[in-house]
């Protein structure tokens, strides 16, 4: 069993950044690919990033691309999101979220992450 934190949500003004922190515990933090998602009230869940249990590859959702960087530092089992250039439409709840290495790799769906931390929130007043 794994589970996941999250942290460093907040309000933050247009064109500003912010750095969230998702912890991994009970687990192998090595064995799992980390992603972000977020979802407004109301809507779907999203992908945002994802970063590959190597940590040697990444993907983006377009609307972040050149924005947003996604890492992970194993030695405190914490993937991060630097969100930079912020805009109102980031406003959402963030989640950070976890899937088995073996998952294919283009598999972005939410339905394919196994663990899930509660959220951090994160709003972008313009």
């Known amino acids: 069993q794994v589970q996941v934190v999250e942290s460093g949500g907040g309000l933050v003004q247009a064109g500003g950044s912010l750095r969230l922190s998702c912890v991994a515990s009970g687990g192998t933090f090595s064995s799992y690919d980390m992603a972000w998602f977020r979802q407004v009230l109301g809507k779907e869940r999203e992908f945002v990033a994802l970063?590959?249990?190597?940590?040697?590859?990444?993907r983006y959702a377009d609307s972040v691309k050149g924005r947003f960087t996604i890492s992970k530092d194993n030695a405190k089992n914490t993937v991060y999101l630097q969100m930079n250039n912020l805009k109102p439409e980031d406003t959402a709840v963030y989640y950070c979220a976890a899937r088995s290495r073996t998952t294919y790799w283009f598999a972005l769906g939410p339905d394919y992450y196994d663990y899930w931390g509660q959220g951090t929130q994160v709003t972008v007043s313009s």
């Open positions: 970063i590959r249990w190597t940590g040697g590859s990444t």
